[in-house]
């Protein structure tokens, strides 16, 4: 089974929506939620998937690769790239 790990703060509606769309297609996920840390993680996600200038959210990687946010995962989905990475 692929390995999908989600960062998103609570406020966030897209972050809401990536979760949403995986939840509704039954993938599960493993969610960092950064709101009470934002501040520091937002640079160390910048550097963990190298992100130049502000850092957005949510970030998303399936096994490991960085896929974006939610419009990434959305066209990922739409296309059905996303299928074929979660087999």
Sequence with gaps: MAKVVT??????????????????K???FEDHDITANENEMRPKLGEMFNIQGRVSVPQITVNGKHIGGFTD????????ELDEMLK
């Design 7 to 24: 960062y998103t703060v609570d406020y966030c509606p897209y972050c809401n929506k990536a979760k949403k769309l995986l939840r509704e």
């Design 26 to 28: 039954g993938i599960e």
């Design 73 to 80: 995962l959305k066209q990922l989905d739409d296309s059905g």
